[in-house]
């Protein structure tokens, strides 16, 4: 842990080139404070790598912070407010330490608490009194949440070995529980370079696996966990893509882990052999006998007659409609 604030130190004294000086004193700015705090945050993603580690309690809130650091938008951001899950390795258990960052830390102090089922409340108020004690001895302006957890993972024993909870009583942890969804949207056509390039850029960003279908019709095929396909949905929508829908959705229920349920692999550029004009956009249309051969192989035949209204039949080798 001592590596991990000799780090934050230096990247604190590089950011600012000098110009900070270390004093109570000294009036920092609240761009300062957070531009600290997210330092300290890719911090706590290096220590905590694992999903579900660390959880947000509003989720898109460093995208908020970064967007007011760039001035695109002039409002206060939220608090950033998380909780880390903690592994104690003597006795074998987990402590939740809750965190509230003011948005003048670290030149106030912030607000934690620690939490674990295996504690008795009463020694739960020991922990966190002595947890705040020992982060009020330390320095204002000086990044201290690596510092909590470290002193969470070296003290935290003694208060569980004096509970009255039972280790082998204390709740278990459920399996996780996540919701994978598949999204069909449909668009009257699919053309320009930047709007694909939105379109995969996006996929890649929330992990998503599927399909991009150009020309007309334009054809998007979305999985992986509920939120993020929906953020998929409201970020390619926006500001005003016309002609497009969200035809039908696949949701499923699953514990643990979701590869099994995808039916692609990558998010795939998909292109067929195209009929028409080549000059003419209106008239560049998709083969759709070729699309629904591609359907078959990924056990989705079905979505053919969902996405066009009719049920998909061959003529040498086309989809009538």
């Not at 990247?11 to 080139?17: G, M």
């Not at 004093?23 to 694992?50: G, R």
């Not at 002193?151 to 070995?161: E, G, I, M, P, T």
């Not at 795939?268 to 192989?297: P, T, V």
Request: charged content about 20%; proline content about 3%.
């Amino acid at each position: 842990m001592e590596n991990y604030c000799f780090s934050l130190r230096n990247i604190r004294s590089l950011l600012f080139s000098g110009v900070w000086v270390y004093s109570c004193n000294m009036a920092v700015t609240i761009k300062e404070c957070l531009q600290l705090q997210l330092l300290e945050m890719e911090m706590l993603f290096s220590m905590f790598p694992n999903k579900g580690e660390i959880s947000f309690q509003d989720k898109n809130v460093l995208s908020y912070v970064q967007m007011y650091l760039k001035n695109i938008k002039e409002g206060l951001p939220p608090r950033i407010e998380y909780s880390i899950s903690i592994d104690i390795d003597e006795p074998k258990v987990k402590v939740d330490l809750h965190v509230s960052l003011p948005h003048s830390y670290p030149h106030s102090a912030p607000q934690l608490f620690a939490r674990s089922n295996a504690l008795d409340r009463p020694n739960q108020l020991q922990l966190n009194k002595h947890l705040t004690s020992h982060i009020s001895s330390l320095d204002l302006g000086e990044l201290c949440v690596c510092a909590a957890v470290q002193w969470v993972r070296d003290n935290s024993a003694s208060y569980f070995q004096n509970s009255n909870v039972s280790f082998e009583t204390a709740p278990k942890e459920k399996a996780v529980k996540i919701i994978f969804h598949r999204m069909w949207i449909y668009s009257h056509h699919i053309y320009r370079q930047e709007l694909k390039k939105k379109i995969f850029d996006c996929a890649k960003q929330l992990n998503l696996t599927g399909f991009c279908l150009t020309g007309k019709p334009g054809i998007i095929c979305v999985e992986g966990l509920k939120e993020n396909c929906e953020e998929f949905w409201h970020v390619i929508r926006y500001p005003n893509w016309k002609h497009i829908s969200c035809k039908h959705v696949e949701s499923m229920e699953t514990e643990g882990n979701e590869d099994k349920l995808h039916l692609f692999r990558t998010f795939e550029d998909l292109q067929f052999q195209a009929h028409g004009d080549y000059g003419l956009r209106n008239d560049y249309h998709m083969d759709l006998g070729q699309f629904l051969e591609f359907l078959k192989k990924h056990q989705s035949e079905h979505i053919f007659q969902i996405l066009f209204g009719v049920e998909g039949k061959h003529s040498d080798n086309q989809v009538h409609n």
